[in-house]
């Protein structure tokens, strides 16, 4: 059997079992895949990005009398019915706009500005940029569900570490041709460039995928794995570091991109805008083999 793996693995039962694991796991969660890849992508930049769009006062005219901070509560409440008015900043400078911060259900906070002399509404306090990047922050970790989306993000993450290791699997084919398979076939056809595309990415990306995967899984599922360490590493009295504290720490900064500078990043950039073409080349692969010919005339 080992012998059959090395050479001919494509005529063994369990490969074809696998691929059909591999194929279906990928069509169930390839897009889910895609688009957290995508907004991962954009987060390993978060801290640049947050600079950037770094808040600002807002100046204003410094006319008459200065309204309370009852008028402004009432205001903003009048503005904003189906918010609850929670906290609200005065700055010194009374040339700048007062900050309220509403909040409406369990959704998130928001932030306005208010005019303190008239009262007139000035915008949002946080520019569109910094909201985007705070959204795209709670569509990677929380699916925009809370703790519920941060769950099915556990799930995704089990079934993207199947999917590397099938994949692995799928893609070895055999000691006669797997130095080929690491490379693309720029000048084939277009079904056989697809394929080696979605090989070559695959497998030159296969331990990002599962080191997200596993990390995704941590993240999503902290409490497990810090019962473990406990149970390993009990806490002593002096809290000396504990290296399964070190290595939950390293999933983290492994997940995120957060060490090496830019050099990481760039990487980490690299490997996540994969995913996505992995997926469009799985599809395009799975229509041209089973679902075009299920769909012509019979001949």
């Not at 769950?151 to 006669?176: H, K, S």
């Not at 794995?225 to 999933?251: Q, S």
């Amino acid at each position: 059997m080992t012998g059959s793996w090395m050479r001919h693995p494509q005529q063994m039962r369990l490969r074809r079992a696998v691929f059909q694991i591999h194929l279906w796991t990928g069509l169930a969660i390839g897009l889910y895949v895609a688009v957290i890849s995508l907004s991962g992508t954009v987060l390993i930049y978060r801290s640049e990005l947050r600079q950037h769009f770094d808040p600002q006062p807002r100046p204003v005219a410094v006319s008459g009398t200065r309204l309370s901070g009852e008028e402004l509560i009432e205001i903003t409440q009048g503005r904003f019915p189906e918010h609850e008015v929670e906290v609200w900043t005065n700055p010194e400078d009374p040339s700048l706009a007062v900050t309220m911060s509403t909040l409406r259900g369990g959704g998130a906070r928001q932030q306005h500005f208010l005019d303190p002399y008239t009262g007139d509404y000035l915008g949002n306090a946080l520019p569109a940029g910094w909201r985007f990047t705070t959204w795209l922050l709670d569509l990677h970790d929380n699916l925009l569900a809370a703790g519920g989306g941060r769950a099915v993000n556990g799930i995704g993450a089990i079934l993207l570490t199947l999917l590397g290791l099938t994949g692995a699997v799928v893609w070895w084919p055999g000691v006669a041709g797997w130095r080929r398979a690491f490379l693309v076939d720029w000048r084939a056809p277009w079904r056989r460039f697809n394929f080696s595309l979605h090989g070559a990415l695959g497998i030159w990306t296969v331990l990002f995928l599962l080191m997200w995967g596993a990390t995704g899984i941590y993240l999503a599922f902290p409490a497990p794995f810090g019962a473990v360490v406990d149970y390993l590493e009990p806490f002593d009295e002096d809290f000396n570091p504990r290296l399964g504290d070190t290595i939950l720490y390293w999933f983290t900064a492994l997940h995120f991109g957060r060490f090496g500078g830019w050099p990481t990043k760039l990487a980490w950039t690299a490997a996540g805008l994969a995913p996505p073409v992995i997926f469009a080349t799985g599809v395009a692969m799975w229509w041209t083999r089973v679902i075009r010919p299920r769909r012509a005339p019979n001949r």
